[in-house]
Structures are given as structure tokens and as C-alpha cells.
């Protein structure tokens, strides 16, 4: 089994920082791609950011210039460091992962969620 485990989210003010982390563990053969979505009450779930194994990224426009998301390969850790927070950043975040199995199997997985709050 694989699991992803999210840290980091929380209560910030308005312009503060959060940095979020997702760990994934179990019976992993690659890692190809890790990312993370957010889903605001009432609205569905839409993509932050992404990043490759070979380390090429995706950002939401929202996100650009205030969003860092990044890896730590030989620990299966995603990170996004989250800066200018506003309050339209108030979401549950969810880790996701793609992930070839072994017997090369290739499988989409996601976190539990955690909860991300920007408000003074």
C-alpha cells in the first residue's frame, strides 16, 4: 500500500506563509510526478502546482511568483512553500502523487488533506 501524509497547513494572516509537506511511503517503485490541489468550500478542486521526477514544474496563474513547490527525491517528499498569502488561498490542500508500483503498475494517489486558513 501507499500512503501520503500531509503537514503544514493551518491559520496565517493575510501576506504570512505557510510551507506544506507530503511524505509518501509504502511499496513505491518510482515516484514520477507529486503535486498539490486545493479545494475551496463550494468550489471544486483545482490544480496549485506540479512537479516532475525530472523536476519540471507546474503553477496554477494564482499562484505564480507567490507559490514554490519543490522535491527531496531520496525522501519521497513534496514540499510548497506558500508566500503573500490572501484569504482566496483558503482551501484544503491535497497532496497527489503518480506512482509506478512495483510490477510497473502505474497508479494517481492523494492525501487526506489539510486545511489551509488566511484571515486576520
Known amino acids: 500500500q501507499v500512503q501520503l501524509v500531509e503537514s503544514g497547513g493551518g491559520l496565517v494572516q493575510p501576506g504570512g506563509s505557510l510551507r506544506l509537506s507530503c511524505a509518501a511511503s509504502?511499496?513505491?517503485?518510482?515516484?514520477?510526478?507529486m503535486g498539490w490541489y486545493r479545494q475551496a468550500p463550494g468550489k471544486q478542486r483545482e490544480l496549485v502546482a506540479t512537479?516532475?521526477?525530472?523536476?519540471?514544474?507546474n503553477y496554477a496563474d494564482s499562484v505564480k511568483g507567490r507559490f514554490t513547490i519543490s522535491r527531496d527525491l531520496s525522501k519521497n517528499i513534496v514540499y510548497l512553500q506558500m508566500n503573500s498569502l490572501t484569504p482566496e488561498d483558503t482551501a484544503v490542500y491535497y497532496c497527489?502523487?503518480?506512482?509506478?508500483?512495483?510490477?510497473?503498475?502505474?497508479?494517481?494517489?492523494w492525501g487526506q488533506g489539510t486545511q489551509v486558513t488566511v484571515s486576520s
Open positions: 497527489n502523487a503518480l506512482i509506478t508500483l512495483p510490477g510497473w503498475s502505474q497508479r494517481n494517489y
Open positions: 509504502g511499496r513505491i517503485f518510482t515516484i514520477d510526478a
Open positions: 512537479v516532475t521526477s525530472g523536476r519540471s514544474t
